[in-house]
Each structure stands twice: as structure tokens, then as C-alpha cells.
């Protein structure tokens, strides 16, 4: 049990040298004050809130860099029980609007953080339902899922990514909502030799045929609306598939 309080009781100050009232001075004004700065209660608490959150960035930090890596996301991903391959890390990446894979800098941390209302490990843990929540709006989704394509481009011009990636990406952010089809994707991704890798258009041109194609009939499959090619040929590898 804690201990109780002191129950001692406050006496005021009669000391002359006190802060002269308005009403005691002639001129209607608190003097003594000259050289006190007075700070907002607001503007306190949004500096105690950065501190924490700079406090919590720099538990995670490289001395060397200043910023979260890969060790740092992967520790705290244990601290929050979450696997580091979990989507969500993913979705919280896209909150912070993280530009690297894998690193995260202050100035996102801090961002990203207070866009999520959360400024300890608990209140994150708490908050990853909402964000799953909010990921999934159709106003959002579309944009996150850009945003993983592009979390994928590691190097400077890079435009595409390679196949065995873009399976396990599909798998990570399109598995849950479409599994038959991306599973049937996914295994004609593995096997066809056409395409090394995937650009951007062809990525997004999974999620629309994912949304608005029939399956498995793809009776409203239309290859004259302009669809990427290799959706043409998986078209045709899936008919050839039910011969």
C-alpha cells in the first residue's frame, strides 16, 4: 500500500517582499512579474507528449544513424507481440508514411504517431485495430495499397518489383479479402516466364480485377478494356485450366 499523504496544512505567506495585487497597486497592475514567462497549458502538454514520443523513438533508435532500422522495427514488434511480417506493421509503416522499408525517422515517427493519438507501446498495441480499421475504408485502401508497392522500391529508380516479392505482398494485403483468387495468381505468377518482375500499373490492375471480375467463371472479363497483358494471359491460363 502506498503511503498516506501528509495532511499538513498550508499557511499563507505574509513576507512584505510578496507580489504586490492589482487592486494594491496604484496603477491597477501586477507588478513583480517583469521577467516570467508564461507558457500555455496547451503548449506544456504538447511538449510533454513530443518528449515522450522522442523518448520511445530513441528506446528503439541506432546511436549510429538516429533512426529506427530494421533490428529496431523487428524489437518493436516483440515489445507489441506482433510478428514483423504482420500486415499491420506494414499499415503503420503507411501511417508514419515511412519513404524507406524498413526505417523510420523522427520527424515520421513523431508524425505518424500523433496522427494515431498514441504516444506509449500500450496505447499502440491498443490503437493497431483502429488503424486496421481505418486502413480498410475504401477511401484508404486503395492508397495503402499503392503504398506497399512502392515501400517495395528500395533503389533509386527502381520501377519494378520481382515476382517471388510481389507473391508475398499480394498474399500479405489481398490474401484476407480475396483468397481464391489471389492464391490462383500467385501460383500462375510462379509459374509463367513472361514477367520477371511487376511494375505499378500492373499491380494496381490486380486490385481492380480482384474487385470487379466475376470468379471463377470471369464471365465480365472484357480484354478489350484495356487490362495489363499479363492479366490477359492469366485470363487465358485459367480457362485453359478448367478444359
Not at 510578496?18 to 500555455?40: E, F, H, M, Y
Not at 483502429?130 to 508497392?149: C, H, I, M, R
Request: charged share 30%.
Amino acid at each position: 500500500m502506498p503511503p498516506r499523504a501528509s495532511k499538513r496544512k498550508a499557511t499563507a505567506s505574509h513576507n512584505s517582499s510578496s507580489v504586490t495585487s492589482a487592486d494594491d497597486s496604484p496603477t491597477g497592475t501586477i507588478t513583480g512579474l517583469d521577467n516570467v514567462i508564461l507558457i500555455a497549458p496547451s503548449d506544456k502538454t504538447k511538449t510533454k507528449k513530443t518528449d515522450r514520443l522522442d523518448t520511445l523513438f530513441d528506446s528503439y533508435a541506432n546511436c549510429s544513424s538516429g533512426i529506427i532500422d530494421p533490428e529496431g522495427i523487428e524489437a518493436l514488434c516483440s515489445d507489441i507481440n506482433v510478428e514483423h511480417t504482420d500486415v499491420r506493421i506494414l499499415m503503420f509503416a503507411w501511417k508514419l508514411k515511412a519513404q524507406r522499408q524498413g526505417y523510420f525517422t523522427r520527424d515520421e515517427w513523431r508524425s505518424g504517431m500523433k496522427a494515431l493519438k498514441v504516444d506509449s507501446l500500450s496505447k499502440l498495441k491498443k490503437g493497431l485495430p483502429e488503424l486496421e480499421k481505418e486502413v480498410n475504408t475504401p477511401g484508404n485502401f486503395q492508397d495503402f495499397y499503392s503504398y506497399a508497392f512502392r515501400y517495395c522500391l528500395t533503389e533509386e529508380k527502381q520501377k519494378t518489383v520481382d515476382i517471388e516479392s510481389v507473391c508475398e505482398l499480394l498474399n500479405l494485403v489481398l490474401g484476407s479479402q480475396f483468397q481464391s483468387k489471389i492464391d490462383l495468381l500467385i501460383e500462375y505468377l510462379k509459374i509463367q516466364s513472361d514477367y520477371k518482375a511487376i511494375n505499378l500499373d500492373q499491380w494496381m490492375g490486380f486490385l481492380r480485377f480482384c474487385k470487379e471480375i466475376s470468379f471463377p467463371d470471369l464471365e465480365n472479363y472484357d480484354a478489350d478494356l484495356a487490362w495489363p497483358l499479363i492479366l490477359d494471359n492469366f485470363v487465358d491460363w485459367m480457362k485453359e485450366k478448367r478444359c
